[in-house]
């Protein structure tokens, strides 16, 4: 039985879907303000480990991460490099388009973005001018916080203890009836990209895009909503309050929220420069790595960034990877008809647990633990002779439980195809070690490294690895 945290409730809860066999999930993104660093990358690889266990547990999912691609920090990085805001919003999108690659994630059925879903965001302000909770004030239009009596069940703050500028993105304003008051729609202002609004021209607020957007992709009531906990307050909670005035609905069933990503000590964050980009990242370190990385630590948890921890998931994805590809060298490469049926009971035993902590709001964090024991058993099976389908049925448990976690996909010798060129040179350089002719051994070396390659020496001989 699959249970996830809600943080509404503040506790686990049995995973029952709005709808029978399908899920809708919503995530919200990035501000392309800037390309992405680690943190933000984060939201990529819980929205996708959440998806690929709930399309493991056999549910049919829609998943939505939404990009702001407006906003005053758009607008003024623009300014700074003399180009239109859309142009600083694409190339940041693309960034992360390429790093969420990088990274092993499925892309999401849908990626909506603010500018493009105007009309949709104009016609849920118009609902809440209608029905009373929200009200136009000099080209502005704000949520009466006082006038939802619900305000603050999901960040656990009383209305009357709030206080005005609560969050950078909350503006102090005398035009608002009450400082609590939350921007809808903005009034333009002079050199900004705007829009016609029934308020005049204007451009959307930052909490009102989400509503929109996740209810015209998933339906007015749906399953889970995630994002950093930074976005409990202001952010989601405003998001509760604008959507369920406006439908008369609950909103989401599972609030889905993960940890921080810090460095030495601090929270990553692009306003103080204290942050390291994908791109540093992707340069060092291979896609397996970094995703390894982030799911060693339960999702909620906040994760502490450092080279050290990258080094070692480095050596946990060898320890992984050696093992497939002494598998294929003793009981050939994997086939279709290859399953865990006849698995080792040691075997079995840690796919159920790893399964268990998976159902338990997907702590990738004991799931992981539970691989490397099927690890240490398969790799003690090698060494005590095990015959070939015990091994092939292990090998089959090993790939269904890494694939869950979106890890180790392709890896193996014949899988990975090393081309004829780099063969023969792994076979000169082992004729140039024999004749002890260490110069010639490593020029052939950094030849091979040249065609992307690595040789690493096993018990069984060298073998040829491509670099990630």
């Known amino acids: 039985m699959l249970r996830i945290y809600d943080t509404q409730t503040g506790g686990k809860k049995e995973f029952v879907p709005v709808n029978e066999g399908r899920v809708g999930m919503y995530f919200c993104g990035m501000t392309v303000q800037s390309e992405p660093h680690v943190g933000h990358m984060r939201v990529a690889v819980v929205s996708d480990i959440f998806r690929r266990y709930l399309r493991y547990k056999g549910y049919d999912v829609t998943l939505v991460i939404n990009f702001t691609d407006i906003d005053d920090k758009i607008i003024e990085k623009a300014r700074e490099r003399g180009v239109d805001y859309q142009e600083i919003a694409q ?142 307050f202001p952010h989601h909670e405003n998001e509760i309050a604008q959507t369920e005035a406006a439908t008369g609905k609950p909103y989401v069933n599972y609030w889905v929220h993960h940890g921080l990503v810090n460095l030495v000590g601090e929270k990553m964050s692009k306003s103080t420069g204290h942050f ?116 092939r049925s292990d090998r089959a448990v090993l790939r269904e439980l890494s694939g869950i976690l979106g890890l180790l996909e392709g890896v193996g010798t014949a899988l990975e195809q090393v081309p004829a060129e780099v063969l023969e040179l792994v076979r000169a350089r082992t004729e140039a070690r024999e004749a002890r002719d260490w110069a010639l051994a490593d020029e052939v070396r950094d030849r091979i490294t040249a065609l992307g390659y690595r040789v690493e020496d096993t018990s069984e001989g060298p073998v040829a690895r491509k670099n990630k």
């Open 276 to 391: 390291k980009t994908m791109a540093e990242i992707s340069k060092r370190f291979p896609s397996d790595v970094v995703r390894f990385y982030l799911l060693s630590t339960h999702y909620r948890s906040e994760i502490e960034f450092s080279d050290e921890r990258l080094a070692e998931a480095e050596t946990a994805i060898e320890r992984f990877e050696n093992l497939f590809r002494t598998l294929e060298r003793l009981v050939g490469p994997e086939g279709e008809g290859e399953v865990a049926a006849g698995a080792s009971a040691a075997v079995a035993d840690a796919r159920r647990r790893f399964l268990e902590a998976m159902d338990d709001d997907l702590n990738t964090a004991q799931a992981i633990g539970h691989l490397f024991d099927v690890v240490r058993v398969i790799n003690q099976k090698i060494g005590s002779g095990a015959e070939k389908p015990v091994l």
């Open 91 to 232: 190339e940041n999108i693309d960034k992360f388009m390429e790093f969420l690659a990088f990274l092993g994630a499925e892309r999401a059925d849908h990626y909506p973005r603010a500018t493009e879903h105007i009309d949709d965001i104009i016609a849920f302000v118009e609902r809440l001018v209608e029905k009373g909770v929200a009200y136009e004030s000099g080209g502005d239009v704000y949520f009466e916080v006082g006038k939802w009596p619900d305000y603050g069940k999901l960040s656990k703050r009383r209305l009357e203890d709030l206080v005005a500028g609560a969050s950078e993105r909350v503006e102090l304003d005398d035009r608002k009836r009450n400082p609590e008051d939350f921007v809808l729609w903005k009034a333009a202002k002079e050199g900004e990209p705007s829009w016609n609004s029934p308020w005049g021209k204007g451009r959307p607020g930052w909490h009102i895009e989400c509503s929109a957007m996740s209810t015209k992709y998933l339906g007015e009531h749906f399953d889970i909503h995630g994002g950093g906990t930074e976005l409990i």
